[in-house]
Nanobody, 116 residues
Framework: VQLVESGGGLVQAGGSLRLSCAASGSTFSINFMGWYRQAPGKQRELVATITSGGGSTNYAASVKGRFTISRDNAKNTMYLQMNSLKPEDTAVYYC??????????WGQGTQVTVSS
């Protein structure tokens, strides 16, 4: 499974961005998917996760109510809609996927910078 993120960029505080994660390869094996982020000098942290059918989602407390995770299995793509962005949301955002054998995959990351 290969994962490629896109949609990052520079935005002012209060603005919005939508990240995309396109999956290729053995996409039929993908179970859970999620977004993580890593700010400079900090550990990588979970942002949001979504189950295979998209019926269940989970969010970090810091983004709940502002970010929305979704996936379109027909397009093998996952999204992260980010609204009301804050400077503390600045980080490299990574796409993550787990297959049914509990093997994990990561994208290369996309930079999100929120200016104050």
């Amino acid at each position: 499974v290969q994962l490629v993120e896109s949609g990052g960029g520079l935005v002012q505080a209060g603005g919005s961005l939508r990240l995309s994660c396109a999956a290729s390869g053995s996409t039929f094996s993908i179970n859970f998917m999620g977004w993580y982020r890593q700010a400079p000098g900090k550990q990588r942290e979970l942002v949001a996760t979504i189950t295979s059918g998209g019926g269940s989602t989970n969010y970090a407390a810091s983004v709940k109510g502002r970010f929305t995770i979704s996936r379109d299995n027909a397009k093998n793509t996952m999204y992260l809609q980010m609204n009301s962005l804050k400077p503390e949301d600045t980080a490299v955002y990574y796409c993550n996927a787990w297959d049914y054998t509990a093997h994990g995959y990561w994208g290369q990351g996309t930079q999100v910078t929120v200016s104050s």
